[in-house]
Nanobody, 128 residues
Framework: QVQLVESGGGLVQAGGSLRLSCAASGRPLSIYTMGWFRQAPEKEREFVAIISPSGGLTYYADSLKGRFTISRDNAKNTLYLQMNSLKPEDTAVYYC?????????????????????WGQGTQVTVSS
């Protein structure tokens, strides 16, 4: 399995930006669909975005379109999440995850149970 380590979280004011990174090791990132999920206290784990192995296809949670951008650099074995115009409700632990399941734009893989490898998470706190 691939090992994943997130970084880049922190405390930011509302309206600010953060870029999260997820470094992979053990297996090449290029064979995986990668995803970002988040979990706020006492809430269910929530889908954020996914990106295809080549990076050519992305899919976002409807509520986050236009503010968040998922990207990847397979040469660096790294996944990214650029988060702009942050809101207090974006406060959560953010996780990156990997799956080898196929998907299409009409049938995206958004359930966290479909992902087999996970990072430890990075805390993002947005103050009002």
């Amino acid at each position: 399995q691939v090992q994943l380590v997130e970084s880049g979280g922190g405390l930011v004011q509302a309206g600010g930006s953060l870029r999260l990174s997820c470094a992979a090791s053990g297996r090449p990132l290029s064979i995986y669909t990668m995803g970002w999920f988040r979990q706020a206290p006492e809430k269910e784990r929530e889908f954020v975005a996914i990106i295809s192995p080549s990076g050519g296809l992305t899919y976002y949670a409807d509520s986050l379109k236009g503010r968040f951008t998922i990207s990847r650099d397979n040469a660096k074995n790294t996944l990214y999440l650029q988060m702009n115009s942050l809101k207090p409700e974006d406060t959560a632990v953010y996780y990156c995850a990997a799956t080898q399941r196929g998907w299409t734009e009409s049938t995206p893989v958004t359930q966290w149970t479909k992902f087999s490898s996970w990072g430890q998470g990075t805390q993002v706190t947005v103050s009002s």
